[in-house]
């Protein structure tokens, strides 16, 4: 499966964006999709993710309440709705897809190109 990330930009501390991440290949709805993010210096870690069956979600802490993750299976695109954004949140972002949900970005094997998303203060 392709994956293709978009949505990223420039956002003020306190606003909002929605990134989204397009399958082409394969049908989405029969993987679990995942976010990760990258700051400069930093490890990739992980943020949120959406299970292929019965869409169950898990979220890395710091973005509990704020951020969340969906997907639309009749578009093949999964997305992640981000509110009320904050200067740490600055990051490339990256959607994977795989068979199931961990948080270890090593279990993901299909992965989109990054998009950045950056948050002045």
């Known amino acids: 499966v392709q994956l293709q990330a978009s949505g990223g930009g420039l956002v003020q501390a306190g606003g909002s964006l929605r990134l989204s991440c397009a399958a082409s290949g394969r049908d989405l709805s029969s993987y679990a999709v995942g976010w990760f993010r990258q700051a400069p210096g930093k490890e990739r870690e992980f943020v949120a993710a959406?299970?292929?069956?019965?869409?169950?979600?898990n979220y890395v802490d710091s973005v509990k309440g704020r951020f969340t993750i969906s997907r639309d299976n009749p578009k093949n695109t999964a997305y992640l709705q981000m509110n009320s954004l904050k200067p740490e949140d600055t990051a490339v972002y990256y959607c994977a897809a795989d068979l199931e949900v961990t948080t270890n970005l090593m279990g993901w094997f299909y992965w989109g190109q990054g998009t950045q998303v950056t948050v002045s203060s």
């Open positions: 959406i299970a292929w069956r019965g869409g169950s979600t």
